[in-house]
């Protein structure tokens, strides 16, 4: 099973997110809900187990996820606030990475010990 993970990972991964595209330009509103589940969490935590059998750090790895989750949604704030903000797709999507940016010193504070 060695050299057939990696490839059985991308292939699901590759699956899940031409779907999802696919689904978006037809119905936008059904892609974005299908993308907010957790589909993706699940797999790698299924396939981490699977390949690692670690318990311990699976559980770990959820723990961060589960911090990390609330902490992403602030890539959106400048979507939200975009009729606001007056600029384009490009400036809203910089100032989304931005704030993703300042999450991940947030969510590395909560979660190193």
Request: hydrophobic share 55%; aromatic share 12%.
């Amino acid at each position: 099973m060695g050299v057939w993970v990696p490839i059985i990972k991308l292939a699901v991964s590759a699956v899940m997110i031409t779907l999802a595209s696919w689904v978006a330009g037809k119905k936008p509103s059904l892609a974005g809900f299908i993308i907010s589940l957790p589909i993706s969490t699940m797999l790698v935590l299924a396939m981490t187990q699977v390949e690692f059998k670690d318990t311990e750090k699976t559980v770990q790895f959820a723990k961060s996820i589960f911090i990390g989750i609330p902490l992403s949604l602030t890539f959106f704030i400048p979507f939200l606030l975009a009729d606001r903000l007056k600029i384009g797709f490009w400036g809203l999507y910089l100032c989304g990475v931005s704030l993703l940016s300042v999450s991940y010193f947030v969510h590395k504070a909560l979660t190193t010990p």
